[in-house]
């Protein structure tokens, strides 16, 4: 990982629209070790809300998800994990999920959530 250009959230170096949160989810436990200690993957997930979202902005979205969907990965900008300050960093070889997408407000998309996985860091 690296630090970020652009200081905002962005997707192979292109700004995307700004989620209205994002936030880093926990680690499943995969179980406990023969020293009591709990055992995690090493990699995170980080997950994307977009309260409200025009279709050309979920489209920007659901354009990377199908370019990369099958064998691909991105470098994607997210806040800097356990990092003191508000800074951004790009986390290379993250997977994308299938961007979900709740019921349309008047023209635009509500609730859509990308899900960011294999993130290293």
């Not at 995307?16 to 179980?31: E, K, N």
């Not at 990377?64 to 300050?85: C, E, K, M, R």
């Not at 023209?107 to 899900?115: F, I, Q, R």
């Amino acid at each position: 990982m690296t630090a970020g250009a652009s200081g905002t959230y962005a997707i192979n170096g292109v700004d995307i629209l700004q989620p209205t949160t994002g936030r880093w989810l926990s680690r499943d436990r995969l179980g406990i070790d023969g020293n009591g200690h709990v055992i995690y993957p090493g990699v995170r997930e980080f997950e994307m809300k977009f309260v409200l979202s025009a279709p050309s902005d979920y489209n920007q979205i659901l354009s990377y998800y199908n370019a990369v969907s099958n064998t691909g990965t991105v470098v994607i900008d997210l806040p800097q994990f356990g990092a003191a300050s508000y800074v951004f960093y790009s986390y290379s070889g993250c997977v994308l999920q299938e961007p979900e997408i709740g019921t349309y407000f008047s023209t635009y998309h509500n609730d859509v959530t990308l899900l960011v996985s294999k993130i290293r860091t």
